[in-house]
C-alpha cells in the first residue's frame, strides 16, 4: 500500500512568489495535516483537514492556506512569500480524528528553499 | 513558548548500551504523549506512545516513562542498535486536540558499533 505522498519533493521559489504543495493521504485515511519543520526544530502545526472541512489552525498568517478534495487529497498555499517561509513541509494522514490511538502517518515532505 | 522541550540537542551511545531521551512539558492539558523517530530524507514515523492515565508503556526495546506530576517523559531504547540512530521527537496532545501534535525540538541520537 502506498503511504502519505507529496509533491514536489523539492522546490525553489523567490521571495514574493507563491507556491502550492500537495499531499496524498493513505487510501480510506479522511484526515490530512500539514506541519512545518524548520531546520533544527520540531514540526510545528499548520493546519488539520477531516472530511473536507478545517478541524485546526496553528499560530501561522493569513498567507497560509489549506484545502482538501472530495478524494481526501489536500493542497497547502502560501503566499507573499518570505525567506522564513523556507522549511520542510510534512503532511500527515489518519484515519479519523476522533481517536487518541489514532497515528498520525507522515509523507518524507518538500523541502521549500526561498532566496 | 515551547510547550514541549526537549533539551538535549544529541545523544550518543554505545551500541548495546542503554539509550535515555527526555522530554518535559507545561501545558496540563497534554494527555496523550507520542515519540517519533526520524531519518534523514524521510518523514518522522511513529515509535510508541503513552496515556495520561499510564506512567509506563513497553514496546520491545523501547520504553516510555511518564511522570506526570514533574510534567516529563523519557524514552528508553535497550539495547540500543546502530539503526537507532535517528533524530528523535517528543509530542504532546490535549484532549479533544483531533491529533493535533505539539512537537518538541528533537534530539539526535547516534548509536556507535
Known amino acids: 500500500d502506498a503511504g502519505v505522498t507529496q509533491s514536489p519533493t523539492h522546490l525553489i521559489k523567490t521571495r514574493g512568489q507563491h507556491v502550492t504543495l500537495r499531499c496524498s493521504p493513505i487510501s480510506g485515511h479522511k484526515s490530512v495535516s500539514w506541519y512545518q519543520q524548520v531546520l533544527g526544530q520540531g514540526p510545528q502545526f499548520i493546519f488539520q483537514y477531516y472530511e473536507k472541512e478545517e478541524r485546526g489552525r496553528g499560530n501561522f498568517p493569513d498567507r497560509f492556506s489549506a484545502r482538501q478534495f472530495p478524494n481526501y487529497s489536500s493542497e497547502l498555499n502560501v503566499n507573499a512569500l518570505l525567506l522564513g517561509d523556507s522549511a520542510l513541509y510534512l503532511c500527515a494522514s489518519s484515519i479519523d480524528i476522533f481517536s487518541t490511538n489514532e497515528k498520525l502517518f507522515f509523507g518524507s515532505g518538500t523541502q521549500l528553499s526561498v532566496l | 513558548d515551547q510547550q514541549v522541550k526537549q533539551n538535549s540537542p544529541s545523544l550518543s551511545v554505545q551500541e548495546g548500551r542503554i539509550s535515555i531521551l527526555n522530554c518535559d512539558y507545561t501545558n496540563s492539558m497534554f494527555d496523550y504523549f507520542l515519540w517519533y523517530k526520524k531519518y534523514p530524507a524521510e518523514g518522522p514515523t511513529f515509535l510508541i506512545s503513552i496515556s495520561s492515565i499510564k506512567d509506563k508503556n513497553e514496546d520491545g526495546r523501547f520504553t516510555v516513562f511518564l511522570n506526570k506530576s514533574a510534567k516529563h517523559l523519557s524514552l528508553h531504547i535497550v539495547p540500543s542498535q546502530p539503526g537507532d540512530s535517528a533524530v528523535y521527537f517528543c509530542?504532546?496532545?490535549?484532549?479533544?486536540?483531533?491529533?493535533?501534535?505539539?512537537f518538541g525540538g528533537g534530539t539526535r541520537l547516534m548509536v556507535k558499533p
Open positions: 509530542a504532546a496532545m490535549g484532549l479533544n486536540a483531533g491529533n493535533m501534535l505539539t
